[in-house]
């Protein structure tokens, strides 16, 4: 073997040699680089195989893939090519409900009952640095008056969907898988366990462990080394998108399926409006069969949320997706629409915010992870020294996002959106105090603060509405 390797190729196992293989022939030979002869530092050569082999068994396609796709969203990032080149964006169809009419007390009754076939997915593996905040988000207390954290007030929801769901028959345990990742796992199941899962049978959770992967130091994709050690990879978070790959290869959608379930609920760690949603969206699922049902809320021009877009190519693909809003503004001048992201007659965006909270059906879900193995569009978005765009200021890595799972769907997909108002459903916690301070004027703070006056708030327009619809029998108000 005369690779940088050398005698130390010959120390390896058959798997470990084929990995190595693989990643001379995908220009990694950096890594072996002045590697002492066997006999000194193996115990580091092992852990470093060790790591390599987790990095290639976690990623869909394994190492060689992940190389192969950095290498191409690097070249199209230092090219500049815009990755929504052809599309013409305009506004899909969905549902817009609003709290306590008619219909929305038809989807909410019936999103009760589909309840019970409902399977779901926290995605809990993020660090939070935006907020800053110690410790893992999901045992944050929602609101103080009680100081019921995150994690329980989620499970007293899903507790209380079961029960309305059941209606009286033999009571079903609906399942909750939680992703973590290592900055999160041990913290959430020791909250969990401590808490005696606050209510649930410890057997309707699992928590399924997202890997971070290598980090990438030039536009070769050549895999990045800790400064300090060089048997070690860097590594940095993947991203929520992971989720569908661990759901899959974990083979409890399967399970779920036999089960009889139907849905597949995706939602995020600090959202303590969320379940007032959860039921009426769910019965928009179910009345229109929604394939993919995404959460979102009105969605002021430029507003720093992303947009529910259509896009359809010159080449006859179309999707219904999220477009990051900075990427919407461009898109639309780009398209016919000189004026770009701009407030249509209602004075919002024609485009929803979207609130990441997915509802996917689990049939066609299946179906087509089958396909893809769960691999999410991925993207690169590397910090360059300068604009000859040929060296990074530090390693970047591919991320992917659990919203960007439609980018795949047929044709014949029905992709659908569901828009409440924000007061019922959308109030996340990622800000500290001090950067909310600075948010400008007229945009959501999204800090502690706001998300638990947003919960007090909810609960007293709910309580106003029900006062006058059941007590009094008087036409509402608007909120
Ligand atoms: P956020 O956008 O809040 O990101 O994630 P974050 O990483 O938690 O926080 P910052 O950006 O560092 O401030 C949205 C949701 O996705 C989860 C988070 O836990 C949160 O529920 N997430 C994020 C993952 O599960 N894995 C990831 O790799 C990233």
């Not at 997202?210 to 070690?232: S, T």
């Not at 016919?336 to 879900?365: A, H, K, M, R």
Request: proline share 5%; aromatic share 8%; hydrophobic share 35%.
């Amino acid at each position: 073997m005369g690779s940088s390797l050398g005698d130390n190729f010959n120390l390896l196992s058959p798997q470990q040699q084929e990995l190595v293989k693989v990643l001379l022939d995908n220009g990694q030979e950096h890594l072996f680089r002045d590697w002492p002869a066997p006999g000194v530092d193996d115990n580091h050569k092992k852990a470093f195989f060790d790591q390599l082999t987790r990095l290639d068994s976690s990623y869909p396609g394994g190492l060689e893939s992940y190389i192969k796709n950095a290498k191409r969203l690097l070249a199209d990032s230092k090219a500049g090519r815009n990755p929504f080149d052809g599309f013409t964006p305009s506004v899909p169809t969905g549902e817009t409900l609003a709290f306590g009419d008619e219909s929305y007390i038809k989807f909410e009754e019936a999103g009760v009952l589909e309840a019970r076939k409902a399977a779901f997915v926290l995605v809990a593996g993020g660090l939070g640095e935006r907020l800053g905040y110690s410790g893992i988000k999901l045992a944050l207390p929602a609101e103080s008056t009680t100081g019921t954290c995150f994690v329980q007030q989620y499970i007293e929801s899903i507790l209380a969907l079961q029960e309305a769901s059941s209606q009286g028959e033999s009571q079903t345990q609906i399942p909750l898988v939680i992703m973590t990742s290592d900055d999160t796992h041990g913290r959430t199941l020791e909250l969990l366990e401590s808490n005696s899962y606050f209510g649930l049978q410890p057997t309707q959770v699992t928590l399924l462990k997202q890997e971070k992967v290598a980090c990438l130091e030039d536009n070769d994709a050549r895999l990045a080394l800790e400064p300090q050690n060089k048997y070690k990879i860097q590594t940095k978070p993947h991203g929520h998108g992971d989720v569908h790959a661990l759901l899959f290869s974990s083979g409890i959608l399967k399970v779920w399926y036999e089960a009889g379930l139907k849905w597949v609920l995706f939602f995020q760690d600090t959202n303590g409006l969320l379940f007032k949603a959860i039921p009426s969206a769910l019965g928009v699922s179910a009345a229109k069969q929604y394939h993919v049902n995404s959460l979102a809320v009105p969605r002021k021009a430029k507003e720093a949320i992303g947009g529910i877009t259509r896009l359809t190519h010159s080449d006859g693909r179309s999707m219904v997706i999220n477009v990051e809003y900075n990427q919407l503004d461009p898109l639309l001048r780009a398209s016919g629409y000189p004026n770009g992201d701009v407030n249509c007659e209602t004075g919002y965006s024609p485009f929803p915010g979207n609130i990441n909270q997915l509802i996917l059906e689990l049939g066609p879900y299946i179906e087509e992870l089958s396909k893809t193995g769960g691999a999410i569009q991925e993207f690169v978005n590397p910090k360059y020294k300068d604009a000859s765009k040929t060296s990074f200021k530090s390693s970047t890595r591919l991320e992917c996002m659990m919203q960007d799972y439609p980018k795949t769907l047929p044709l014949s997909a029905r992709v659908g959106f569901t828009v409440m108002e924000t007061w019922l459903a959308y109030a996340p916690v990622k800000n500290n105090a001090e950067d909310a301070a600075k948010v400008p004027k007229g945009n959501p703070y999204h800090s502690a603060t706001s998300g638990e006056m947003a919960i007090y708030r909810a609960n007293s327009i709910i309580l106003k509405k029900l006062l006058q619809l059941q007590v009094y029998n008087l036409p509402q108000t608007t909120e």
